[in-house]
Every structure is written in C-alpha cells, then in structure tokens.
T-cell receptor
Framework: TQLLEQSPQFLSIQEGENLTVYCNSS?????LQWYRQEPGEGPVLLVT?????EVKKLKRLTFQFGDARKDSSLHITAAQPGDTGLYLC??????????????FGQGTILTVHP | NAGVMQNPRHLVRRRGQEARLRCSPM?????VYWYRQLPEEGLKFMVY????????ESGMPKERFSAEFPKEGPSILRIQQVVRGDSAAYFC????????????????????FGPGTRLTVL
C-alpha cells in the first residue's frame, strides 16, 4: 500500500480551467512537500507545508495542508500549458522527526492544452 | 549558485557491464540522496549518504548496487553487472546539513534534485 495516495493519476484540461490535485494518507505528517517534474528533468520543490490548516500561495498555485496533517491539496487557477508536468507530493516522515529519505506519492500527470 | 549536478545525463550499457553515476551536491550541502524512477513504480528512495558515511541504504538492492560519498569529489552510485531491469532514471538530491542552509530546509528535509541520469541497458 502507498503511504501517500495521489488523485487523480491523470488530468487533461484546457487552458484557463481550474484544477485540484489531492494527496491523502492515513498517517500524520509533521511536514509535506510538493514537487513538479517536467519530462526529462528532476523534480523541483514548489512548497513545504508544516502547520495543520495552513494555506500557501505561489502565484496561481494554492497549497493546503489538512487540519489533521494527513492530507494536502494543490489547486491551480487558470491553468496554462506551462503548468503541464508531473506533480508529486512527498514526506520525509510519517509522524516522526523529519530526516532522511523522502517518500513520494505516485504523482498526478497534468496536461494543459492550449 | 550551481544546483545539483549529475553526469552523465544519458548512459547506455550492455547487460553485464558496469554503470557509474555521479552526483555533485549543491554548494554547502553535505547530505546526498539517490532515488530511482520507473514509469510503473514512481520515484523510490535508494540510499542516503553524508560525507564518507552511508546513513540509510534501506532502498538499495542488496546485490550489484553500491554508493559512496567520499571526502573529496562527487557521490557515486555504482551498478555492477547491469540487467535490463536496471533501466530507469536515477536522481540525486542534496540537502543542507544541520547548522547550514535555510532553517526550513534543515528542519523539514527539503531536498533539491539534479536533472537525473537516464540509464538504458541493452
């Protein structure tokens, strides 16, 4: 079983639409990170959320950490073709101290058509 | 400020040969991590190293795979006697050690990834 379950797996939308990607778990995390990966490149860190209920904004991207720190969402407003990529959530822990390896969700492949 | 560097970007090997993948962490980072990405499996942790020490190798196959991070020079992931199943993208990431880098990066283990090495085994 996956520690982090991401949904949907695939998302294909038109430019200008809004979308939400989810990252869920039955475990509690002290922090959770979102990465974006383009084809042929490595993941790029977008944000780290650490407080239950926290909302962080990065231009048209809004990240939310659930109150119970078990889930997170990424909302993109007015998607653009440049948003196309693989979106990954990851955590360095499952309730313990943050250290060592990151565990990733399976990812959401987003395609934004012009 | 250079990011994480990996070379080569692409590597082709025949079955039975050895593959050596190199990773230079970001300046000031003393922690290095290796991950493997397969289309059907996603991004999986392999090994975590600090200078001259292996901290966690729980994700590394027991045979044929080894990793090092010497006092001087890049981290090396070595795969001996490669098989077709080793074909994948291998990513290196680095993070600041304790006492270095942004407080958030240190506290929450934010890792910065290189562009990856795509290994193809013929």
């Amino acid at each position: 079983t996956q520690l982090l379950e991401q949904s949907p797996q695939f998302l294909s939308i038109q430019e200008g639409e809004n979308l939400t990607v989810y990252c869920n778990s039955s475990s509690v995390f002290s922090s959770l990170q979102w990465y974006r990966q383009e084809p042929g490149e490595g993941p790029v860190l977008l944000v780290t959320v650490v407080t239950g209920g926290e909302v962080k904004k990065l231009k048209r991207l809004t990240f939310q950490f659930g109150d119970a720190r078990k889930d997170s969402s990424l909302h993109i407003t007015a998607a653009q073709p440049g948003d196309t990529g693989l979106y990954l959530c990851a955590t360095a822990n499952a309730g313990g101290t943050s250290y060592g390896k990151l565990t990733f969700g399976q990812g959401t492949i987003l395609t934004v058509h012009p | 400020n250079a990011g994480v560097m990996q070379n080569p970007r692409h590597l082709v090997r025949r079955r039975g040969q050895e593959a050596r993948l190199r990773c230079s962490p970001m300046k000031g980072h003393s922690h290095v991590y290796w991950y493997r990405q397969l289309p059907e499996e996603g991004l999986k942790f392999m090994v975590y190293l600090q200078k001259e020490n292996i901290i966690d190798e729980s994700g590394m196959p027991k045979e044929r795979f080894s990793a090092e991070f010497p006092k001087e020079g890049p981290s090396i992931l070595r795969i001996q006697q490669v098989v077709r199943g080793d074909s994948a993208a291998y990513f290196c990431a680095s993070s600041p050690g304790t006492g270095a880098g942004r407080r958030e990066a240190r506290s929450y283990n934010e890792q910065f990834f290189g562009p990856g090495t795509r290994l193809t085994v013929l």
